[in-house]
């Protein structure tokens, strides 16, 4: 039973470009929501955040962006670069952290 | 401040073996987590540990248990290997303190290949 969900595997965008990356959840009680970034043959390192109380966190080139009617946020990256290349996790909190499926990026000189 | 350690880093084993992994947190965490990362399932909490007793635990067989010592270092193991646990298992590490969590620090990871 996936709580958090990424339904797009994979993603190219071009240098300079937006990148938006996107996450439902079914859970209404979590209350805090996390984007992590993960190199391969590294952990996952985290990116931004945001609280159930705010609708928008931005942190330079990186936006999250939380609507919780739809249980839906999206990670907005401007602009992009190819060094943000690899693959993102969003991340739910309840009782523990549930994690979405994934999102590769590419970022395309 | 040193970051999250696993150890090993990389592991081949065959089925029907059983296997330790060990995880170090980040000095004055006390809470650890651990994650199997698998392709298409994202990763997958299999249990977490705080003073030594297990805080929560996600929907995975009896065979994979854990522990967590004085130190706030960390074991899990698996026992009875099947091909199926071939798999990146993360472990993370946090402060703990009360009420739900907010921010983990992940290991690099130990990738187990069961043959």
């Known amino acids: 039973d996936q709580q958090v969900k990424q339904n797009s595997p994979s993603l190219s965008v071009q240098e300079g470009r937006i990148s938006i990356l996107n996450c439902d959840y079914t859970?209404?009680?979590?209350?805090?929501f996390l984007w992590y970034k993960k190199y391969p043959a590294e952990g996952p390192t985290f990116l931004i955040s945001?609280?159930?109380?705010?609708d928008k966190n931005e942190d330079g080139r990186f936006t999250v962006f939380l609507n919780k009617s739809a249980k839906h946020l999206s990670l907005h990256i401007v602009p992009s670069q190819p060094g943000d290349s690899a693959v993102y996790f969003c991340?739910?909190?309840?009782?523990?952290?549930?994690f979405g499926t994934g999102t590769s990026l590419t970022v395309i000189p | 401040k040193a970051g999250v350690t696993q150890t090993p880093r990389y592991l081949i084993k065959t089925r029907g073996q059983q296997v330790t992994l060990s995880c170090s947190p980040i000095?004055?965490?006390?809470?650890v987590s651990w994650y199997q990362q698998t392709p298409g399932q994202g990763l997958q909490f299999l249990f977490e540990?705080?003073?030594?007793?297990?805080?929560n635990k996600g929907n995975f067989p009896g065979r994979f248990s854990g522990r967590q010592f004085s130190n706030s270092r960390s074991e899990m193991n698996v026992s009875t290997l099947e091909l199926g646990d071939s798999a990146l298992y993360l472990c993370a590490s946090s402060l703990g303190a009360g009420g739900p969590p907010r921010e983990q620090f992940f290991g690099p990871g130990t990738r187990l290949t069961v043959l």
């Open positions: 859970n209404s009680m979590f209350d805090y």
């Open positions: 945001i609280s159930s109380i705010k």
């Open positions: 540990y705080f003073s030594e007793t297990q805080r």
């Open positions: 000095s004055g965490h006390r809470s």
């Open positions: 991340a739910a909190s309840g009782n523990q952290f549930y």
